[in-house]
């Protein structure tokens, strides 16, 4: 059980478009997800929590008007990195919550060109 | 906040050997200490996990023991295997319901040669 995914696995979008990614529990219900941003041979970074039916809380630094979270349902929450930039090529994770214990999904990578 | 440190960065074993991975944290009031192991282009899985209220927790080949005295805790892998090479990443955090953040250390590159 405790069953994260993500889509896309992975994504490439040219310079200046949106992409959204998806995060869904399969097999139990996540009141809070979390999305991560991972560099390459870096630790994981919080981005924002996301709390199903109200507004995500951002980390200090995360522009949440570039980084739009949607939690709309106990399973299912969304990233979109509106307006994209080459610095924003990454590895973005997310988890759900279950029991107090963080199960990550497999992530996403984004290559802005 | 908290600040979680790890060592060591690397560490490289033979097969059949033992590796410990260390790490401390900074705030008293952490009670959640979860272990994830990061393969190449996939998702942190979590791998062990102790709670402030115990000592030390075991499943298989690892371990993880916690002295929240020092403020620090370990994983220890016994008989280790190639499949066993990848990123360790510790992590704290205050649990109290679902809504609580990890903080995670820097992360060590676990390579055992067969």
């Known amino acids: 059980g405790a069953v994260v995914s993500q889509h896309p696995s992975w994504v490439i979008c040219k310079s200046g478009t949106s992409v959204k990614i998806e995060c869904r529990s399969l097999d139990f219900q996540a009141t809070t997800m979390f999305w991560y941003r991972q560099f390459p041979k870096q630790s994981l970074m919080l981005m924002a929590t996301s709390n199903e039916g109200s507004k995500a809380t951002y980390e200090q630094g995360v522009e949440k008007d570039k980084f739009l979270i949607n939690h709309a349902s106990l399973t299912l929450s969304t990233l979109t990195v509106t307006s994209a930039h080459p610095e924003d090529s990454s590895f973005y994770i997310c988890?759900?919550?279950?029991?107090?214990?963080?199960?990550f999904g497999p992530g996403t990578r984004l290559t802005v060109t | 906040g908290e600040n979680v440190e790890q060592h060591p960065s690397t560490l490289s074993v033979q097969e059949g050997d033992s590796a410990v991975i260390k790490c401390t944290y900074s705030?008293?009031?952490?009670?959640?200490f979860p272990w994830y192991k990061q393969e190449l282009g996939k998702g942190p899985q979590l791998i062990i996990d102790?709670?402030?209220?115990?000592g030390e927790k075991k499943d298989q080949r690892i371990a993880v023991t916690l002295n929240k005295t020092a403020k620090h805790f370990s994983l220890h892998i016994t008989e280790t295997q190639p499949e066993d090479s990848a990123v360790y990443f510790c992590a704290a955090s205050k649990s109290g319901g679902s809504n609580y953040k990890l903080t995670f250390g820097k992360g060590t590159l676990l390579t055992v040669n067969p």
């Open positions: 102790i709670r402030s209220n115990v």
């Open positions: 988890s759900a919550s279950r029991g107090g214990e963080q199960y």
């Open positions: 705030d008293s009031a952490s009670n959640y």
